[in-house]
């Protein structure tokens, strides 16, 4: 398939050496220039190019980014046709990027971005940690799999997104519609907890969401005060996880 990857950090660049890897026709691009793009994200196959070149002609659109910064590339899909599938991999931290009324009164993360960019999209790769992601992948049958949640409204879309989380080495395990993709979201039990399937299904209803958006705030101030916020460069990922698991589930 030709996917375009917006965002390069740690989530958009396993995505995009792990498609790459998989025999796709993979574009990535950050909101520079192609040549600042590290070459390790390219290792796989995975080509630089600009953001406009990376939603042209596409069959699936990915977006990598910071949740805040979703309104800066909408103007990106005004020529994108609606047969694209676009999958959204951000969440909202407030303490980490700026606050957004809606999703401060409660909105579901997954139906703002879809509002912003005027077009369906699917919700995948939010719901797992980067270094999870990047190095705990294995093959399908595999009963010590790790699921990652989605979610979309489209049948189309769930179709391609549920095939893609499988080829990048997990079970993708299926939330519903977006409405419901907050089950999904930071502080949920699905969330960055690294369950199998049958894990996965056992808890995936016991999600409130009233509840999340204290958790999620005491989730930051845990580790900001253990180990100075939440870059991916300081972190204890074996912390994080039985933190996770702790407080989530």
Request: with cysteine; hydrophobic share 45%.
């Amino acid at each position: 398939m030709k996917i375009g990857i917006l965002g390069v950090g740690h989530i958009g660049k396993t995505l995009a050496l792990k498609l790459a890897n998989a025999g796709h026709n993979v574009v990535v691009a950050n909101s520079g220039s192609p040549e600042n793009i590290d070459p390790a994200v390219l290792a796989t196959g995975a080509i630089a190019v600009t953001a406009q070149q990376a939603v042209q002609d596409k069959e699936v659109i990915i977006i990598s980014i910071p949740l805040d910064q979703v309104t800066e590339v909408a103007t990106l899909f005004a020529a994108v046709s609606e047969e694209v599938t676009v999958i959204d991999t951000s969440n909202y931290i407030p303490a980490r990027d700026s606050e957004i009324e809606e999703l401060e009164a409660g909105q579901v993360e997954s139906l703002w971005v879809q509002q912003q960019l005027g077009r369906p999209i699917a919700k995948a790769w939010n719901a797992i940690l980067a270094h999870s992601f990047a190095t705990k992948g294995k093959p399908a049958g595999n009963p010590d799999r790790i699921a990652i949640p989605i979610a979309a409204d489209r049948d189309i879309d769930r179709e391609i997104t549920l095939k893609l989380v499988n080829e990048t080495g997990f079970d993708a395990f299926d939330t519903g519609c977006l409405a419901d993709s907050w089950r999904q979201q930071p502080a949920a039990p699905a969330y960055c907890t690294d369950l199998t399937l049958t894990e996965m299904q056992a808890v995936i209803d016991t999600a409130e969401k009233d509840r999340l958006p204290k958790r999620r705030a005491l989730a930051f101030a845990i580790l900001t005060e253990r180990m100075g916020g939440i870059s991916p460069e300081n972190i204890d990922w074996e912390f994080v996880l039985r933190m996770s698991r702790a407080l989530y589930i």
